[in-house]
């Protein structure tokens, strides 16, 4: 019995939910699929499929087979594609996430440049103000901000960010710099969703906080949207830092409260565990971290 072959036949069928499609995917004849999965469940003693005339689905002990196999042979893969050697030619698909203004500023330099030294790999880039879930959205490289929680994901750190509040000198001059969090509550507030979903406000420390609930008079669901807002004068906006490093450069923003901030947020790149990297993997995660370390803006 060929284990791994009856491995890739169930995962066929466990994907497809289907021993048509599975024969079909899988370039074999329905009778060979059929007789693949019963080999497999008598040799395991155990039901993988429940089988109707109109549906296939799997049993609890299938779905935790399923997941079983999809990483043994994941990890075959990745064997066979590390044992070629370090020079080999990255290719194939990449899937990559980042939050969206991160992405863009800090990701896209890396994902052009791989793209022009390796013609034979395409990436899908998602960024998104969300969490993503890698392994169910099938992500490949991950960059997550803020503090990460267990999971069997591999982290590497990258640098830092800051939420910082800013306003344009214009609107300072106007208004007066305030010198208190609860100053804040005199102020005009430009509150950014994706930064601040809650209309409360926590600074410094963990050990001895200040919360303030604001009153925000424009609630946007983009921080590019915000940093708008507040270069115009409109009011005190609280972005990360990376995120208006431009504007605070130019003299467009300036920061007020800084004494109040909280604990810098962790800048992390992550991708999911294995003992063999997919050379396509570790190429472009070896090169994001060195360009990410590097920047200034991310300490």
Known sequence: MDQLHLMKVFVGVGEEESFAAASRRLDLSPAAVTRAIASLEEHLGVKLLARTTRSVRLTDAGRRYLDDSRNILASIAEANEAAAGVNATPRGNLAITAPVLFGKAYVMPCIVRYLKDFPDVDIAAYFLDRVVNIVDEGMDVAIRIGPLPDSGLRATQVGRTRRVLCASPEYLARHGTPDHPADLL??????????????????????????????PRLTVTSNDAAIAAAVAGLGIARLLSYQVAAELEEGRLVVVLAEYEEAPWPIHVLHRESKFGSIKVRQFIDRLVEYLRAHPHLH
């Open 186 to 215: 005199r102020h005009t507030i430009v509150a950014a969703s994706g930064v601040s979903p809650r209309v409360d406000w926590k600074f410094g420390t963990a050990d001895d906080p200040t919360m303030v609930h604001m009153h």
